[in-house]
T-cell receptor, first 117, second 116 residues
């Protein structure tokens, strides 16, 4: 089974702090993703990474950055946390399918509930 | 325009009955994939079932089946013989193969409550 591990289930930080959310997967997946989930809005993509040191902006990248120095680890960084970044953050990984349809699902971690005070 | 629309914020079903959760999608990509995920109150997203746009048959996985109507752009999830453990949020998602093959577009979800 694929295991995606997020470093914290719950996190409380203060406005203006630099916040790191860590995600590790154990299946050698090329693709990794960061989403935030808010009631009534579903999941929205913040950033994703094709492979090590490669990243692409998603739909809502403002106020965030990411780092992928090793294949198994994808970090989300809130440069200067603000109260509107209080949310549930979900990390996912996916195997890159090189032939045929990409029916490989994304596998998710348990999520981090982040509160910015 | 929303790529994935789930019009049912909440649904109730009696235990052991079947329930259909609606999902419609919008894409001009001829090749795409549709996914359903379950999210219990604990928060993790659990992959349930996949349907490819060129699949001839509706996907099935145990008690889950996907009612895929391509012309209507709908991909409804059918859960048969509901169990109390099925109570959760359910999300429909789509991947467009040619235009963004790596990320998923999610709907806003449907909260299913199974009544004993």
């Amino acid at each position: 089974d694929v295991k995606v591990t997020q470093s914290s289930r719950y996190l409380v930080k203060r406005t203006g702090e630099k916040v790191f959310l860590e995600c590790v997967q154990d299946m050698d997946h090329e693709n990794m993703f960061w989403y935030r989930q808010d009631p009534g809005l579903g999941l929205r993509l913040i950033y994703f990474s094709y492979d090590v040191k490669m990243k692409e902006k998603g739909d809502i990248p403002e106020g965030y950055s990411v780092s992928r120095e090793k294949k198994e680890r994808f970090s989300l960084i809130l440069e200067s946390a603000s109260t509107n970044q209080t949310s549930m953050y979900l990390c996912a990984s996916r195997l890159l399918q090189r032939q045929g349809y990409s029916n490989q699902p994304q596998h998710f971690g348990d999520g981090t509930r982040l509160s910015i005070l | 325009a929303q790529k994935i629309t789930q019009t049912q914020p909440g649904m109730f079903v009696q235990e052991k009955e079947a329930v259909t959760l609606d999902c419609t999608y919008d894409t001009s990509d001829p090749s795409y994939g549709l996914f359903w995920y379950k999210q219990p109150s604990s928060g993790e997203m659990i992959f349930l079932i996949y349907q490819g746009s060129y699949d001839q048959q509706n996907a099935t996985e145990g008690r889950y089946s996907l009612n895929f109507q391509k012309a209507r752009k709908s991909a409804n999830l059918v859960i048969s013989a509901s169990q109390l453990g099925d109570s959760a949020m359910y999300f429909c998602a789509m991947r467009e193969e040619q235009t963004g093959a790596n990320n998923l577009f999610f709907g806003t979800g449907t909260r299913l409550t199974v009544i004993p």
